[in-house]
């Protein structure tokens, strides 16, 4: 594959309006005798202006993600801190929150310095262990008994549902989840970074090659000092710096109830433009359960839930989810609720056997009263800086002048342009 395929290809399409105009600048080296400064046919004038507006892309990139990291890394220290500290001196004393408060609370990493909210993993009652050990053996010898078999479901559905709105679970989600996101995120940087540093050297190899001159490695220099950058150094610490966190985090997990790794988890969305906030949820659901099912709208409720039509259709939509989860459903209506029904069993519901899962984007998304009365509800934090609105208008918007506004825009957390004084623009 020539590099520039693989350029393109490696990169996230938000991103590619900040990399090496590598294409452009090559172009350039193709003899022109209508258009040239030399005997080469080198149009060098044009190739150089290129190679200095990608000088200045990229370190807009690298500021804005170095400014956005940096902020962040502090962030997830926070939601460690807050995991770490989270105890309660009896597991049936442990106070829950709403997801509402849970979800704004943990997304600040506020303090509080009420120990009652919080569930400990290593001080966990003898009694819940017991209870635990119960469930354990019971599941490996039913009972006969109708009235006992109810009453340890009646139990373990409820214990999912403590287990799901206790503060400690929930700071775990939140850490666990943000941090997986962040390694991922800075993966990415440090992959663009390196294929523009590849980029620089090919294109001015090639410039060499072209016009018979040596400034290839003048310019590497050059680049090593202004563009220091690109060797990923810094992103590289805050990279361990991150896998040290997700250590700690997975030490402190809670303790689950019998079968929760066993439950289908159920989930609803559009999926339109699919990129890696979508999968890095979808991803996360494993965290409630083992079977994912997910939920598309159809084409024609897309529109009338949003009033504007799909960019990919349903197929593409199906095809793009499926790789993150085990079974699919169509949804051919604004309102989920019937169809959600059609696909829990009772029996899932009578042995709590499920649950759903999505962003803290929507709290309040339609059909939530009927799914919270049969089975509980788990939210999770948003990929930050990244949404299908901005990569709609990079890519689809009519006019090119509002995809390059769009393109070089900062952002605020949930992926929407914003101007200087943090305004949402509006294209």
Not at 174 to 191: G, M, P
Not at 261 to 283: E, P, W
Not at 363 to 392: K, Q, Y
Request: aromatic share 10%; hydrophobic share 30%.
């Amino acid at each position: 594959m020539k590099f520039n395929k693989t350029l393109n290809a490696s990169i996230l399409k938000e991103w590619r309006f900040y990399s090496v105009d590598y294409k452009l600048m090559k172009k350039t080296l193709k003899a022109d005798a209508n258009h040239n400064d030399d005997s080469t046919g080198i149009d060098s004038s044009e190739f150089f202006r290129l190679y200095e507006l990608s000088k200045s892309k990229l370190i807009k990139f690298y500021n804005d993600k170095d400014k956005w990291a940096t902020s962040y890394y502090k962030t997830m220290e926070d939601r460690v801190e807050l995991l770490r500290s989270s105890k309660v001196s009896d597991q049936s004393q442990g106070e829950v929150v709403t997801d509402s408060d849970s979800s704004s609370s943990i997304a600040s990493a506020t303090d509080s310095d009420d120990d009652d909210m919080y569930v400990d993993i290593e001080g966990m009652s003898n009694s819940f262990g017991s209870r635990m050990t119960i469930m354990s053996d019971a599941s490996e010898t039913p009972s006969d008994d109708p009235k006992v078999t109810n009453e340890n479901n009646e139990w373990l559905k409820e214990e999912y549902r403590r287990i799901g709105k206790s503060k400690h679970f929930q700071s775990y989600i939140y850490a666990k989840k943000s941090l997986d996101t962040f390694a991922r995120e800075l993966d990415l940087v440090l992959e663009f970074l390196t294929l523009n540093k590849t980029a620089f050297s090919k294109i001015l190899k090639k410039y060499d090659k072209r016009t018979g001159s040596c400034i290839r490695d003048q310019k590497l220099q050059e680049l090593s000092v202004s563009h220091s950058f690109l060797d990923g150094e810094k992103v590289k610490a805050m990279r361990q710096g991150v896998s040290d966190m997700l250590r700690q985090v997975k030490r402190l997990r809670p303790i689950l109830p019998d079968g929760w790794g066993s439950r289908k988890v159920y989930t609803i969305g559009c999926f339109d433009l699919f990129h890696r906030g979508h999968q890095n949820a979808l991803m996360s659901l494993r965290e409630f359960g083992h079977f994912v099912i997910a939920g598309i709208h159809d084409d024609e409720s897309y529109f009338k839930l949003k009033s504007k039509y799909t960019i990919d259709n349903l197929e593409t939509r199906m095809n793009n989810v499926k790789p993150f989860v085990d079974q699919i459903f169509v949804i051919p209506s604004t309102d989920p609720e019937l169809y959600l029904k059609s696909m829990v069993s009772e029996q899932d519901i009578e042995t709590g056997s499920c649950c759903y899962a999505r962003g803290d984007d929507m709290l309040n998304f339609p059909g939530r009263e009927w799914v919270e009365s049969v089975m509980p509800v788990h939210f999770l934090p948003r990929t930050e800086a990244c949404s299908s609105t901005l990569i709609r208008t990079i890519y689809h918007a009519d006019d090119p002048e509002i995809r390059k506004k769009a393109a070089f825009a900062n952002t605020r957390y949930d992926g929407k342009p914003v101007d200087e004084d943090g305004n949402v623009l509006k294209f």
